[in-house]
């Protein structure tokens, strides 16, 4: 039997850590990118249209969806850091996910995710403890943000999505 719930987190459901540590944080923000296009770069385009899970997105489809959620992630915070407690754009990601650019070649968002993440880096390496107390209203939740906690979620988004390729990977055989 097919654990869905392993295959959909395979790295846990996101929490905030008991001791958050903002270092860690922004290096794996930093880091992705690298990350992730070392763990597509020799798959095949068969390969790159199998679902992660059953039912799941292409790993075509989970790469521009990270550079779709991290370009909303890095404008969310440049608002944050710009307006007070600004009220960000939910978007629906699943919808985002079957428009025509989720189909192009990977090699677009990778170097999106590139540059993206170039930008937030050096973004948070300039933020001030009191810049990351600040934070944005999520409609859909109806909570505050922390741009601490933001930081930490994208990490760990970007983990999360990078694993869910590579055990699928790993139990291809690729």
């Known amino acids: 039997m097919i654990d869905i719930e392993s295959l959909k987190y395979p790295i846990g459901r996101f929490s905030i850590p008991k001791k958050p540590d903002l270092e860690t944080a922004i290096s794996e923000i930093t880091q992705f990118p690298e990350l992730i296009e070392a763990a597509t770069a020799k798959l095949s385009k068969l390969q790159l249209?199998?679902?992660?899970?059953?039912?799941?997105?292409?790993?075509?489809?989970?790469v521009h969806h990270l550079a779709d959620s991290h370009m909303n992630a890095f404008i969310r915070f440049k608002l944050t850091l710009t307006e007070d407690?600004?009220?960000?754009?939910?978007?629906l990601e699943a919808s985002w996910a079957n428009l025509a650019d989720s189909y192009l070649d990977i090699e677009s968002s990778i170097i999106l995710l590139k540059q993206i993440h170039f930008k937030w880096a050096v973004l948070l390496e300039s933020m001030s403890a009191e810049?990351?107390?600040?934070?944005?209203f999520h409609p859909e939740s109806q909570k505050k943000v922390l741009l601490l906690e933001a930081t930490h979620l994208y990490?760990?988004?970007?983990?999360h999505?990078?694993?869910q390729i590579q055990h699928l990977a790993l139990r291809e055989n690729w």
Request: charged letters at 20%; proline letters at 11%.
């Open 49 to 62: 249209d199998s679902p992660y899970r059953p039912g799941g997105w292409s790993v075509r489809q989970v």
């Open 155 to 159: 990490a760990w988004h970007g983990l």
């Open 131 to 136: 810049d990351f107390d600040r934070c944005y």
């Open 161 to 163: 999505h990078l694993a």
């Open 85 to 91: 407690t600004p009220t960000i754009k939910p978007y």
